[in-house]
């Protein structure tokens, strides 16, 4: 009996393991998702400092000019940037200081350089009068301590990376990373770069999935390569399942006389929770759990099938693995008619475009699931429930980003 594809979506979700939590280094945490809220230490910025090279004085000292006027101030005091408190600011003063340096006692504000007599004298004439309060950075006024700078769940870029270095954080607590194998089956699989011998044909879903895992923020630990033979499966297989968390496989899956994957995991310990679903392209496909918590997903050797079940089940798979959510489903208007199926649940490779604040997709011209260049240029995969007769262009589809595309104007 074939699963649906609402349950096979369902089942792959509920069977996965816990996501794990480690620590994290600031130089190993991009693209990493929190696994905590990051809360500030301390207030930012930790003490008022100035946010020019200037002088810093009080604007009191200048009361009854007016911004044209010049002023002129002794100069008391020099506050590097990286200094100690400044001290007290004697009235009637004032003080040389550079940006980020700790305002001194008094001080209310700061003229940048540009407007004064310039640094090095004993006073300053201020050109032009800033207004009170000018150039000066408070305690606080960003972050207080104690307050939330990153939530759990965020994927870390170099601005949160930033964030966690500026308050001192040298490492955070994230969801660990999936461990992902890679397997390809078949004797007719043959490395790119050499001369096709024979009916072989070059192995492109090695590389394909390896890409594709990569857009989904998992690099492989390993990718192997198995031929038609069942103890070559099974060895293959047991070192893919003893190195990582997820291994997915492609090839050897159907019902042929040299498909030898199922019965090859099945001897391995691994659990079957379905095998064929009730969708075109990607019906045999295959998903199962060892009892310690690995999982595996044996995708059709087709690459247009293989492409399909990754992005629809282990793309999610991945993501909530990393403590990330599902993506999500777009709907579209469709520019052309959709050839949905009778019986399955139809995906096919498209394109995806927003016009006018409205998104509209159509389908690729080539739609069999052998042929790899029906994928050029595709940004997304367009689906259907069964269907008696095509979704009529105008109709509203769902659609899913591939994984390394976005979604252009």
């Known amino acids: 009996m074939l699963t649906s594809v609402d349950d096979a979506r369902r089942i792959v979700m509920e069977s996965l ?28 910025p930790r003490f008022t400092n100035s946010a020019m090279d200037g002088f810093a004085f009080r604007i009191a000292d200048a009361a009854g000019g007016s911004p044209d006027d010049h002023v002129h101030l002794p100069v008391s005091l020099r506050i590097p940037a990286g200094s100690s408190a400044a001290g007290a600011l004697p009235p009637g003063s004032a003080a040389e200081i550079m940006t980020g340096a700790p305002m001194p006692e008094g001080a209310d504000t700061v003229v940048p350089f540009e407007n004064t007599s310039g640094f090095g004298g004993d006073g300053v004439e201020i050109y032009r009068l800033p207004k009170a309060g000018a150039n000066v950075r408070y305690r606080g006024e960003e972050i207080a ?25 040298e490492s955070a607590r994230v969801w660990r990373l999936p461990s992902v194998a890679l397997v390809v089956v078949g004797d007719e699989l043959q490395k790119p770069g050499g001369m096709l011998r024979d009916a072989a044909i070059y192995d492109s879903n090695s590389h394909m999935l390896r890409a594709a895992c990569r857009s989904a923020g998992i690099e492989p630990v390993v990718v192997l390569h198995a031929e038609d033979d069942p103890e070559a499966v ?18 050897g899956i159907s019902t042929g006389e040299y498909d030898f994957v199922q019965e090859v995991l099945t001897r391995l310990g691994v659990e079957k929770k379905f095998w064929s679903v009730s969708q075109k392209p990607g019906k045999p496909f295959y998903f199962g759990c060892s009892p310690d918590g690995k999982v595996v997903f044996a995708l059709p050797g087709n690459p247009v099938s293989s492409l399909v079940c990754f992005t629809e089940y282990c793309v999610p798979a991945l993501m909530k693995m990393q403590g990330l959510p599902r993506p999500a489903k777009l709907h579209a208007t469709l520019d052309a008619p959709f050839p949905a199926d009778r019986k399955r649940h139809r995906f096919l490779p498209g394109v995806l475009r927003e016009e006018g604040g409205r ?23 367009i689906e259907s429930p069964p269907a008696d007769t095509p979704v009529p262009a105008g109709d509203t589809i769902a659609c899913s980003l591939l994984p390394w595309a976005s979604l252009p104007g």
């Open 17 to 44: 393991p816990l996501p794990l939590i480690e620590e994290c280094r600031l130089n190993a945490l991009q693209g990493r998702v929190l696994a905590g809220d990051v809360a500030a230490p301390f207030p930012m």
């Open 145 to 169: 301590m104690g307050q939330r700078v990153l939530d759990a769940g965020r994927r870390i870029s170099p601005s949160e990376i930033a964030v966690l270095a500026s308050f001192g954080i």
């Open 234 to 251: 099974r060895k293959v297989l047991a070192v893919a399942l003893a190195t990582a968390d997820v291994t997915v496989t492609s090839g």
């Open 359 to 381: 998104l509209f997709c159509r389908t690729a011209a080539l739609t069999e699931s052998h042929m790899a260049t029906s994928l050029v240029g595709a940004n997304c995969l």
